[in-house]
């Protein structure tokens, strides 16, 4: 890996999240100058593990870890800016310098607390068919991106136009909590706080986007940094179970404003097997002692909210669409370790749907609850990976299960990761 040029780097997960980005970008912030994170709000976590200390950042780039890199929260990220300022407080009392090393993009919108309102709102509403967000704001505040009445970073710094603006918004949205008998939100007390919030965060504010592009033009390294998977992408996802925003790699150009032919590379994360949070179509999924095993060995239980993650075998099917959408052209698969003591292990290579074997996904998340799994199955490797630092070094039929998870999902195996720390990662 050393000597290997970046230029501008993608990194996506591959799968439905929790994949494991914030370790393979922190490994790859070592050759980056600039990390940037370019879409999603803080219903995203990324855990990072330095040595004996363990970090779980929310909106704050992971290459924050790094001295001396710059970190930036692109247009595309929704930013809750009372989340933001205790994020940096945190990293600040941990001894991390964050002044100097982050900034904020002036077009970023803002999630406000009648963002989250709205979403617990939302939530109750649906019932049974909930989606199972975090309840963060983070759907609402791209509602109103989409519907034209958001609040951006800019207006934030404009006391005049910030006010005039939330002024509408807390009108409109206390009609709705007077339908459903809520308590009303005070547009004085909203307006106070920010007012302070803005003071505070002013030092972070740039325009991110032409300082971007003119890294670029100076050859410097920059590695534009996903949140969640690619199947809760707004577009390309099992929709509606899905996120708010767009989590491939089309969404790293417009959530950054670096035009698509000047991204080099895509580097996309996969776990070893599969995992999900919230609710959704998962055709894996074990609902057994496996899916027990896999969630205690691998410490499934999410980084944001703490809950428990789904669990189940590989699915190659799901992994091939990502690697199409996204144009994967490097794979890093990560929690490799977790399955050292199965002696066998199942990946799925096709569904079978209505009698028929197909090998893509459909659309219709209700055919893809119906979907059931074609498995191949291969040996396990009953022997710990742990220590292994060279490709070479892992158990021959390890090996032989990576080249075969590169191969179903049709890209290169690059990075291959069989722990939570810095230096328990190889590079092929």
């Known amino acids: 890996m050393v000597g290997h040029r970046m230029a501008t780097t993608v990194l996506v997960g591959a799968q439905w999240g929790d994949e494991g980005k914030g370790k393979i970008i922190d490994v790859l912030t070592e050759q980056s100058d600039v990390v940037v994170r370019y879409q999603g709000g803080n219903n995203a976590g990324h855990t990072v593990e330095v040595g004996p200390e363990k970090y779980v950042l929310h909106l704050v780039p992971s290459g924050i870890l790094y001295p001396g890199k710059l970190n930036i929260i692109g247009n595309g990220v929704v930013v809750d800016p009372l989340a933001l300022l205790e994020e940096i407080d945190h990293l600040q009392k941990r001894g991390i310098t964050v002044n100097g090393n982050l900034l904020v993009?002036?077009?970023?919108?803002l999630v406000l607390p009648y963002h989250r309102l709205l979403d617990a709102l939302r939530e109750k509403q649906k019932g049974k068919g909930k989606i199972g967000t975090t309840g963060r704001g983070i759907g609402p505040a791209y509602a109103d991106k989409v519907g034209r009445t958001g609040i951006r970073v800019v207006d934030l710094?404009?006391?005049?136009?910030?006010?005039?603006?939330?002024?509408?918004?807390?009108?409109e949205t206390n009609e709705i909590a007077r339908t459903f008998g809520l308590k009303l939100l005070s547009f004085q007390n909203i307006n106070e706080q920010y007012l302070e919030v803005a003071r505070k965060l002013k030092r972070?504010?740039?325009?991110?986007i032409k300082l971007l592009n003119r890294f670029e033009r100076d050859g410097k390294e920059i590695l534009l940094e996903g949140a969640q998977g690619a199947h809760l992408d707004i577009d390309f996802g099992t929709y509606p179970f899905v996120t708010s925003s767009n989590t491939t790699a089309g969404g790293a150009c417009t959530g950054t404003g670096i035009p698509p032919h000047r991204i080099n590379r895509v580097v996309g994360v996969m776990k070893a097997y599969t995992t999900r949070v919230g609710e959704g179509p998962f055709p894996t999924e074990l609902h057994n002692d496996q899916g027990t095993q896999l969630r205690e060995t691998g410490r499934e239980f999410g980084a944001t909210t703490g809950r428990p993650r789904r669990c189940g075998w590989f699915d190659a099917v799901a992994t091939r669409y990502a690697v199409m959408v996204n144009g994967i052209d490097e794979l890093a698969v990560t929690k490799m370790d977790v399955l050292d003591a199965l002696p066998k292990i199942k990946v799925c290579v096709a569904y079978k749907l209505n009698g028929k074997v197909t090998d893509s996904m459909p659309a219709d998340v209700e055919l893809l609850n119906r979907c059931v799994p074609v498995y191949q199955e291969f040996?396990?490797?009953?022997?710990?990976?742990?220590?292994?630092?060279?490709?070479?070094?892992?158990?021959?039929k390890a090996r032989t299960y990576l080249q075969k998870l590169a191969q179903l999902s049709g890209s290169k195996l690059s990075i291959v990761s069989v722990g939570a720390r810095r230096e328990e990662t190889m590079f092929l």
């Open 157 to 171: 710094m404009s006391p005049a136009q910030f006010a005039e603006k939330l002024r509408f918004k807390v009108r």
């Open 204 to 208: 972070y504010v740039a325009d991110t």
């Open 379 to 396: 040996d396990g490797w009953m022997t710990s990976t742990k220590d292994a630092r060279e490709f070479d070094q892992l158990p021959k």
């Open 105 to 109: 993009s002036d077009r970023a919108h």
